[in-house]
């Protein structure tokens, strides 16, 4: 579920895990991020610290390995640091967190660097594990007349 952002403020700040008791059991966590925080230089080392923090309460708390995916909003404004994302994934997975990071852009902004939607089909697929198979949009049955409305009544008002 989308959390409060007071919920999760209290968590980074206070260690207040009382209301995340439920993420024990989840098999992967979104942690969204916006991207613009990032790679701002006056916001970058905060936001970082506050990642890494909520990182080291969430794998307290878990007790055990599992996958976190971090979901960098507003790509169209641009890239954030590698080096920056390689410490932050290095140091979760010292605490048995495993971060994989995915940016995302719903909208594509004027001058923007990516289109509309970008990777958010690649954020479902990390979600659930494998890509779904789109069904038949309109699949051939193969079966009896009778079993078949429309020809079942063609039958029957051709035989009147």
């Known amino acids: 579920p989308d959390l409060p952002g007071e919920w999760s403020d209290s968590f980074i700040d206070k260690n207040r895990a009382d209301r995340h008791d439920f993420l024990t059991s989840a098999d992967v966590v979104w942690i969204l991020i916006d991207g613009r925080q990032l790679s701002n230089l006056e916001s ?3 936001t970082l610290r506050r990642l890494d923090l909520l990182v080291a309460r969430l794998a307290t708390m878990v007790g055990r390995p599992m996958t976190v995916l971090l979901v960098i909003s507003h790509r169209d404004s641009g890239e954030v640091n590698q080096q920056d994302l390689t410490a932050l994934t290095d140091a979760a997975a010292a605490r048995g967190i495993a971060i994989d990071t995915v ?45 078949r409305a429309m020809l079942a009544f063609g039958s029957w008002s051709a035989a009147q």
């Open 44 to 46: 970058r080392k905060t």
């Open 103 to 147: 940016p995302i852009a719903s909208f594509k902004r004027k001058g923007g660097e990516s289109k509309a939607g970008f990777g958010i089909a690649d954020l479902i697929v990390k979600t659930i594990g494998q890509a779904p198979v789109a069904p038949i949009f309109w699949p051939d049955r193969v079966g009896a007349p009778d079993q």
